[in-house]
T-cell receptor, first 112, second 115 residues
Framework: DAGVIQSPRHEVTEMGQEVTLRCKLI?????LFWYRQTMMRGLELLIY????????DSGMPEDRFSAKMPNASFSTLKIQPSEPRDSAVYFC??????????FGPGTRLTVL | AQSVAQPEDQVNVAEGNPLTVKCTYS??????LFWYVQYPNRGLQFLLK??????LVKGSYGFEAEFNKSQTSFHLKKPSALVSDSALYFC?????????????FGSGTRLLVRP
């Protein structure tokens, strides 16, 4: 199994631009988590999906952030418009039900 | 509210010596406890978990952790450290209620193993 796949691995963009981060879950997993990691705030849960349905989006910072699961194996996290304070490493993780979460390698986002 | 404390920002140990990375937690009800490791420019990797049963849990790469309910602790241990164990370690907790899904992570402890 290839594990959780994220793309791109690095993204540098200018303030105001739209950013789309992508995640492919481990085959057979049905839970998907998006996290953000920064030095100041550590690891924060942004949104949680179960069986393609968003269950908890209380961690999404503001309306500029949106996430979708168009099918059972794929998810996107979109930031529009992006701001410098969005600079962070974004991880997605998948699990089978409430089992342990498996993390992707992350996307390092830099907004200039 | 659930919380996890990792009281040490960094732990330094010589190769070959035993290591301990500390974790205490607060959760209503029974806890599910996890340890993850993060190497530079990588995602978090699952090391081990405690759900129920034996208080000593064995995991990947020779690591183990001891659940202590009275002290609400779940310290990570290894009998003999390797330089390659140098990384960032995260403790996480989730309560055991059937609807619970959210992992609460500690702030992380950087382990530095010197040759």
């Amino acid at each position: 199994d290839a594990g959780v796949i994220q793309s791109p691995r690095h993204e540098v963009t200018e303030m105001g631009q739209e950013v789309t981060l992508r995640c492919k879950l481990i085959s057979g997993h049905n839970s998907l988590f998006w996290y953000r990691q920064t030095m100041m705030r550590g690891l924060e849960l942004l949104i949680y999906f179960n069986n393609n349905v968003p269950i908890d989006d209380s961690g999404m910072p503001e309306d500029r952030f949106s996430a979708k699961m168009p099918n059972a194996s794929f998810s996107t996290l979109k930031i529009q418009p992006s701001e410098p304070r969005d600079s962070a490493v974004y991880f997605c993780a998948s699990s089978l039900g409430r089992g342990e979460q498996f993390f992707g390698p992350g996307t390092r986002l830099t907004v200039l | 509210a659930q919380s996890v404390a990792q009281p040490e920002d960094q732990v330094n140990v010589a190769e070959g010596n035993p290591l301990t990375v500390k974790c205490t937690y607060s959760v209503s009800g029974n806890p599910y406890l996890f340890w993850y490791v993060q190497y530079p420019n990588r995602g978090l990797q699952f090391l081990l978990k405690y759900i129920t049963g034996d208080n000593l849990v064995k995991g990947s790469y020779g690591f183990e952790a001891e659940f202590n309910k009275s002290q609400t602790s779940f310290h990570l241990k290894k009998p003999s450290a390797l330089v390659s164990d140098s990384a960032l370690y995260f403790c996480a907790v989730r309560d055991a209620t059937p609807s619970s899904y959210k992992l609460i992570f500690g702030s992380g402890t950087r382990l530095l193993v010197r040759p």
